[in-house]
Protein backbone atom coordinates (compact mmCIF):
# COMPACT_ATOMS: atom_id res chain seq x y z
CA UNK A 1 0.00 0.00 0.00
CA UNK A 2 1.18 3.03 -0.79
CA UNK A 3 -0.12 6.69 0.55
CA UNK A 4 0.77 10.03 -1.04
CA UNK A 5 -0.04 13.65 -0.17
CA UNK A 6 0.26 16.65 -2.61
CA UNK A 7 0.83 20.16 -1.58
CA UNK A 8 2.11 23.69 -2.51
CA UNK A 9 -0.99 24.18 -4.65
CA UNK A 10 -2.05 27.56 -4.60
CA UNK A 11 -3.36 31.04 -6.77
CA UNK A 12 -0.55 32.13 -9.07
CA UNK A 13 -0.68 34.91 -11.58
CA UNK A 14 0.10 34.02 -15.51
CA UNK A 15 4.07 34.00 -15.94
CA UNK A 16 4.50 32.49 -12.15
CA UNK A 17 5.98 29.73 -10.36
CA UNK A 18 4.96 26.95 -7.96
CA UNK A 19 6.38 23.39 -7.18
CA UNK A 20 4.01 21.17 -6.14
CA UNK A 21 5.35 18.24 -3.59
CA UNK A 22 4.25 14.66 -3.12
CA UNK A 23 4.71 12.94 -0.03
CA UNK A 24 4.63 9.58 -0.54
CA UNK A 25 4.86 6.61 2.27
CA UNK A 26 4.78 2.79 2.38
CA UNK A 27 6.97 0.71 2.42
CA UNK A 28 7.57 0.10 -1.30
CA UNK A 29 7.24 3.90 -2.70
CA UNK A 30 10.81 4.15 -3.44
CA UNK A 31 9.79 1.80 -6.07
CA UNK A 32 7.38 3.16 -7.94
CA UNK A 33 7.08 5.34 -11.10
CA UNK A 34 5.49 8.67 -10.00
CA UNK A 35 2.99 10.21 -12.26
CA UNK A 36 1.40 14.06 -11.82
CA UNK A 37 -2.14 14.35 -13.72
CA UNK A 38 -4.56 17.16 -13.63
CA UNK A 39 -8.29 17.67 -14.00
CA UNK A 40 -9.47 20.99 -15.64
CA UNK A 41 -13.54 22.16 -14.59
CA UNK A 42 -15.37 20.32 -17.12
CA UNK A 43 -12.69 18.11 -18.22
CA UNK A 44 -11.68 14.80 -17.78
CA UNK A 45 -8.23 14.25 -15.94
CA UNK A 46 -5.33 14.02 -18.07
CA UNK A 47 -1.89 12.92 -17.62
CA UNK A 48 0.97 15.62 -17.37
CA UNK A 49 4.45 14.21 -16.43
CA UNK A 50 6.02 10.99 -15.25
CA UNK A 51 9.45 10.27 -13.68
CA UNK A 52 10.62 6.61 -13.73
CA UNK A 53 11.06 4.79 -10.38
CA UNK A 54 15.44 5.32 -10.99
CA UNK A 55 14.07 8.88 -11.75
CA UNK A 56 16.45 8.23 -15.02
CA UNK A 57 13.19 8.76 -16.93
CA UNK A 58 10.98 11.35 -17.40
CA UNK A 59 7.93 11.73 -19.89
CA UNK A 60 5.60 15.26 -20.45
CA UNK A 61 2.38 15.57 -22.30
CA UNK A 62 3.51 18.12 -24.87
CA UNK A 63 1.58 21.04 -23.64
CA UNK A 64 3.69 21.56 -20.54
CA UNK A 65 7.25 20.68 -22.06
CA UNK A 66 9.69 23.00 -21.43
CA UNK A 67 7.78 24.52 -18.71
CA UNK A 68 7.42 22.10 -15.85
CA UNK A 69 9.76 19.85 -14.22
CA UNK A 70 9.43 16.39 -12.37
CA UNK A 71 11.75 15.28 -10.00
CA UNK A 72 12.12 12.66 -7.30
CA UNK A 73 14.05 12.71 -3.50
CA UNK A 74 13.59 8.86 -2.35
CA UNK A 75 15.80 10.13 0.66
CA UNK A 76 12.99 12.39 1.50
CA UNK A 77 9.81 9.65 -0.21
CA UNK A 78 9.06 12.79 -2.12
CA UNK A 79 7.89 13.66 -5.66
CA UNK A 80 8.35 17.25 -7.17
CA UNK A 81 6.81 19.02 -10.09
CA UNK A 82 8.34 22.61 -10.67
CA UNK A 83 5.84 24.36 -12.81
CA UNK A 84 6.88 27.47 -14.85
CA UNK A 85 5.57 29.82 -16.87
CA UNK A 86 2.07 29.39 -15.47
CA UNK A 87 -0.50 29.47 -17.94
CA UNK A 88 -4.63 30.52 -17.38
CA UNK A 89 -4.69 26.81 -18.75
CA UNK A 90 -2.53 25.52 -16.30
CA UNK A 91 -5.68 25.92 -13.88
CA UNK A 92 -6.70 22.25 -12.63
CA UNK A 93 -6.61 20.17 -9.15
CA UNK A 94 -3.10 18.40 -10.01
CA UNK A 95 -2.89 14.79 -8.46
CA UNK A 96 -0.22 13.09 -7.47
CA UNK A 97 -0.06 9.02 -8.74
CA UNK A 98 2.25 6.40 -8.25
CA UNK A 99 2.71 2.77 -10.54
CA UNK A 100 4.51 0.84 -12.84
CA UNK A 101 6.07 2.42 -15.57
CA UNK A 102 4.63 1.04 -18.29
CA UNK A 103 1.18 1.96 -17.01
CA UNK A 104 1.92 5.27 -14.70
CA UNK A 105 0.38 7.15 -17.67
CA UNK A 106 -2.59 5.13 -18.15
CA UNK A 107 -3.28 3.27 -15.65
CA UNK A 108 -1.52 4.34 -11.75
CA UNK A 109 -2.04 2.07 -8.71
CA UNK A 110 -2.26 4.70 -6.41
CA UNK A 111 -3.71 8.15 -6.47
CA UNK A 112 -3.24 11.04 -4.25
CA UNK A 113 -6.28 13.32 -2.88
CA UNK A 114 -5.27 16.74 -5.02
CA UNK A 115 -3.90 19.80 -4.73
CA UNK A 116 -5.80 23.18 -6.43
CA UNK A 117 -3.94 25.21 -8.66
CA UNK A 118 -5.52 28.31 -10.26
CA UNK A 119 -3.56 30.32 -12.46
CA UNK A 120 -5.14 34.47 -13.05
CA UNK A 121 -4.64 36.07 -16.23
Known amino acids: QVRLAESGGGLVQAGGSLRLSCAASGRTASSYAMGWFRQAPGKEREFVAA????????YYVDSVKGRFTVSRDDAKNTVYLQMNSLKPEDTAVYYC??????????????WGQGTQVTVSS
Open 97 to 110: AAGYWSKIQTMPDY
Open 51 to 58: ISWTGGST
